[in-house]
Structure formats: C-alpha cells, structure tokens
C-alpha cells in the first residue's frame, strides 16, 4: 500500500517537474514568435515610409508619355516661388496667410495654384510637341539666352531649395528648352485664330480713356502724432506747409530735370504707389535739409473720379487744363495739400491702349481654350494620376 502511494507520488512528482521545466523554453518560444512578428511589422512599415518617399511619383499620363513629379519640378518651383511672394506681402500687409486663404468659391490660394499648375504644364506638353510636329527648333540665340536663364535661376535658388527639390541646373535648362519652344509655337497658333481685333475694342471709346500723366512736388494736409497715427494739420499748420512749398518754387520750377530736387534716397521721397524713383542727382537746386516736401508722379484718365485721384474736383479740372511740358503757376492746393504740378502728358494713349490689348488677350485666351480642347480630343490621350497628384501639397513641395 505504502509501496503503491510512494510510485503514484513520484510520479506526479515526476510530471510536476516536467511541466515546470517545460513553461520556460514554452514562453521564450512565445516571445521570439512576437518578436519576430513586430520585426517584420516594423520591417514594412520602414519598407513603406521608404517607397512613399522615394519612388518616382507618375503625375501623367500623355499619349505614350510617363510625366513625374521630377519632371514637373521647376514648374512647381517657379509657381511656388510667385506663391511665396505673395504670401511675404500678405503677412507683411495683412498679417494673413496668402497660401491658405480661400476663395470665392471655397478654393484655398494653394489650391488653385497648384490646379493651375498641372493644367498649364499639360498645355505645355502638348504645344511642344506640337512645335516639334511642325518643324520648330531653338535658335542659337535662343539657346543662348536659356543657358543664362538657367544659370540665374539655379544661383537664384538656396540651398534649402535645391536639396528639398532636387532641382539642377540641366533641370533648369530643360526647362527652358521646352518652354521656349512651347511659348513660341503658342504665340504663333494664337496669331493664327480668326480674330477681329477691331471688333472686339470698337465699343472702347479713346476719348473716355485719354490719359493725364503728371509729376508733382508737394506737403499733404497730414502730420504724425507722438502715437505714429497720421492726423489732419491745423490750418497754421496747412499755412506753414504752402510757406514751405512756395519757398521752394523757384528752384523746382528751374529744373532741367523735374525729378531731381529730392535727392535718391532721402525720406522725403515719397512711397505711394506709382511713385519714381529719383535717378542720380543731376546739376541743380536741391531741397533743404529737413525738408517736408515729397515728390512723386501720377495718372488717370478722362472717366476717373476725383475721389479715385485723390485730388479735388477744382484741382483736378485745373490739371486737365494744363498744357505739356508746363508747371503750375505758383503752388497750388486742395482739401488734401499742396502742390507744384508739372504735366507731362496731357493726352497719352497708354491706358487705352492697354485696355485694347487686355479685350483682345481675353478674347485670344478665350479661342485658345476651346482650340486646344479641341486638339485635346483629336490627338492626345491625357490621363492624370489623381492618387499621386493629391498628395503634393503646394506650398511645401520645394521650398519650406
């Protein structure tokens, strides 16, 4: 009985012991198994992060043409770059970021940049090879003329942009190559439409858009408080500015050179808009040192208001009076300063002359839209990657 105790007992001992020294080779196995598992887990995520990033991005397709994101580079980069501009102005104006503020119709700036770009590279592939088709090539000068844009250009760009874009100068100047060559046979297809220029400006009437162009010295009606916020003078204050003005009439009035008073540089050149810069100081009076006086230029037209002038209705009446190569009689003012006046052309053609040529750009743009569609339809396959193309975002593709 004893015996039999003893034998049962040793060998549920002897399985006890089994399992004990079973559970720890069981566990290692268990973990080398997960183990292994999050490696190889880890292993395709890496494998993945590194094909995301690195494999040529197909954007396009054109009839047997693969275009990458490579290949559209510059294209992006020279949009971005126009974008990054106007993002610094309206940071600087507004305080505001250019790149994400939306449109009218819910567009972010970005957006429609981006949009815009893929729309023009495709046109650009395809007039190309139209130019190609019809025997165009690059002239010497032409040839010339790329590689020296392309120079500027890869100089232009920082080092930051280089390596996040990949851009090189060979980029650079294929780029140019193709739009050369694009751009020339475009000019020409356009030239080529039926279009009635004169049809298109005939309700323009010249005399609505006759031009006044002026140059003018003068002190506005402002002054700058000790908080920096531009305030209205007094009327001793308006009485000591045409003092000043007048002061100075004779010397402005002898000029040879009616830009010359104020010389380059100086704080009282003004900086609205429209404004030349003084040119190198020539031979002749100069302001006084401290002076208050500002110089600038300005134009409009027949049809403009006084209010879009930002004079009077008095003065401005008096403007249009003045005949060319003359300067107003003595100082003259307004609600707003005082002013010594020189027109310099009371009848120029400019601003007609744009307006003719922005109606007739509208309608030529206009042709060439539905003309390429047509092209479109009638000779090449264009298929866009939208899988790809989606994950570009403007604005940080090549410059940070």
């Known amino acids: ?33 997960v183990s292994g598992i999050c490696a190889v887990i880890v292993l395709f995520l890496v494998i993945m992060v590194c094909w995301e990033n690195l494999h040529p991005r197909l954007i396009f397709k054109i009839n047997d043409k693969k275009v990458y994101l490579s290949d559209m580079m510059v294209d992006v980069y020279m949009n971005e770059s126009t974008g990054e501009y106007m993002n610094s102005l309206y940071k600087q104006n507004y305080g505001s970021d250019y790149w994400s503020l939306e449109n009218d119709d819910g567009m972010t700036n970005a957006e429609i940049l981006k949009d815009n770009t893929l729309e023009s590279v495709i046109q650009k592939y395809m007039m190309y090879y139209e130019a190609e088709a019809n025997g165009y090539t690059l002239s010497d000068d032409e040839n010339s003329t790329i590689e020296q844009d392309a120079s500027e250009a890869f100089d232009q760009m920082t080092a930051a942009v280089r390596n996040k874009s990949g851009i090189s100068k060979n980029d650079l100047v294929d780029y140019y190559k193709m739009k050369t060559l694009a751009d020339r046979y475009k000019s020409d297809w356009i030239d080529s439409f039926d279009i009635d220029d ?29 908080a920096g916020t531009s305030v209205p003078m007094t009327d001793e204050e308006k009485q000591a500015a045409v003092a000043e003005l007048s002061a100075s009439y004779a010397d402005i009035a002898s000029l040879s050179d009616f830009t010359t008073y104020i010389d380059n540089g100086s704080s009282a050149q003004s900086t609205e808009e429209g404004a030349e810069a003084t040119p190198t100081p020539a031979p002749g009076p100069k302001a006084p040192e401290g002076t208050n006086i500002k110089y600038t230029t300005k134009s409009f037209i027949e049809t403009d208001t006084a209010e879009s002038i930002g004079l009077d209705d008095t003065l401005v009446a008096e ?67 939208d899988s790809e193309w989606d994950k570009v975002e403007f604005g940080k593709t090549t410059i940070n």
């Open 1 to 33: 009985m004893n015996s039999a105790k003893r034998i049962s007992n040793q060998t549920m001992n002897n399985n006890e012991k089994k399992q004990k020294t079973g559970q720890p080779a069981q566990n290692r196995m268990k973990i080398m198994i």
């Open 319 to 385: 403007i249009k009076a003045m005949d060319n190569e003359t300067i107003s009689p003595q100082v003259v003012s307004d609600s707003n300063g005082c002013y010594i006046i020189k027109m310099v052309d009371n009848n120029s053609t400019a601003r007609y002359d744009s307006e003719c040529e922005s109606l007739i750009t509208e309608e030529e743009n206009r042709v060439f839209d539905e003309e390429i569609d047509k092209l479109e339809v009638e000779k090449y396959y264009i298929d866009v990657n």
């Open 198 to 226: 004169a049809a298109i400006t005939a309700e323009l009437n010249p005399a609505d858009y006759r031009e006044y162009d002026i140059q003018y010295y003068y002190i506005p009606y402002t002054k700058t408080d000790e």
